[in-house]
């Protein structure tokens, strides 16, 4: 599994296309924090980062579908995929690894955001006045936020040997459980299942452990649908065997 892990890390890196969507990812979220007039913090008054907890999911809607695009299709057109299935791994070990390779470079795109954290705190009045809790609790909901739609841009490379294909499908995926569930909620025909259908979504828990108080049934959901999504990309490659 390490080989693997350390495989996919490194052919990111070692291609262009990772510091392109790490750098408009950057370039995104430090506009929004820091540049725009509706939402930089300079113009608020009060220390905080929100725009970064606000826009950085939106951002992640594209930026990690990019990364996972090419996990299983590059491998598919290639003919490679088959040669990496008979490697003294099971199937699932060899989808965790691509996975948590997807997961750690989009982590690795949050790191540099860390200095608008400490940039705030030294430019508040007086120095350090922001809610670091809340800042804690928005950062884990992104870190979390980014292993689901890494877990569905795995499923949707899984399906298809076109990168692009599975960039399409993996962006619907992202923004139909981020936001579908949501906007379906307040459809005012639901009633009090409106809040169920809310909490099927992404926003909700992801909004919920932003507040800073960070509740174990957020990071269950987060944690589950991620294992769900994995465990169908498992069934999908075990189906080839049938």
Known sequence: MWNIYVKEI???????????????????????????????????????????????????????????????????????????????????????????ASWTLAILALVPTVVYYFSVVFLGYPAGNIDSAAVVGSYLGLVMLAGVFCSIGILSSATTENQIVSFIIAVFLCFLFYSGFQSLSQVDIWGTLSTLIAKIGIAYHYESISRGLIDSRDVLYFLSVSAVMILITNLIFGSRKW
């Open 10 to 100: 490194l052919s990111f890196l070692n291609s262009s296309i990772a510091y392109l969507v790490i750098g408009v990812f950057l370039v995104l979220t430090g506009l929004f924090v820091w540049v725009f007039p509706e939402t930089s913090v300079l113009k608020f008054g009060y220390s905080n980062i929100d725009p970064l907890f606000i826009i950085g999911p939106y951002v992640f809607l594209f930026l990690i579908p990019a990364i996972t695009m090419r996990s299983f299709a590059e491998e598919k057109k290639t003919g490679t995929l088959e040669f990496l299935f008979t490697r003294p791994l099971t199937d699932l070990q060899i989808i965790i690894s691509k996975f948590l």
